[in-house]
């Protein structure tokens, strides 16, 4: 069955970094497009990034607009690894953040499965 473990969350300053990682298995992890949600306290979720996959070239990738140019997406495909390197955070990123797989190959796909969550709380 597909399981999705992530990790890497913690408390954090404002203006500070963090990396989140999610190992995947039970599924082939390549053909897949993933992705990062969130869900803050009180709110829904909320999509933050997805990838697709490589296909031997360089993956599109899509961003809230709330975090582009902080957040950066990634995916190891020899690892079954997917990456979420989150820059210049503020505390309105503070949330539970899960990694998701997706029912198909493209960014444009649905929300498959997810993981458990790991907390990310940017505080003074």
């Known amino acids: 069955q597909v399981q999705l473990v992530e990790s890497g969350g913690g408390l954090v300053q404002p203006g500070g970094s963090l990396t989140l990682s999610c190992a995947a298995s039970?599924?082939?992890?390549?053909?897949?497009?993933m992705g990062w949600y969130r869900q803050a306290p009180g709110k829904g979720l909320e999509l933050v990034s997805s990838i697709d996959t490589n296909g031997g070239s360089a993956p599109l990738t899509t961003y809230a607009d709330s975090v582009k140019c902080r957040f950066a997406i990634s995916r190891d495909n020899t690892k079954d690894t997917l990456y979420l390197q989150m820059n210049s955070l503020k505390p309105e990123d503070t949330a539970v953040y899960y990694c998701?797989?997706?029912?198909?190959?493209?960014?444009?796909?649905?929300?498959?499965?997810r993981g458990q969550g790991t907390q990310v709380t940017v505080s003074s």
């Open positions: 998701a797989k997706m029912t198909g190959w493209t960014i444009g796909s649905k929300l498959d499965s």
């Open positions: 039970g599924f082939t992890f390549a053909i897949f497009a």
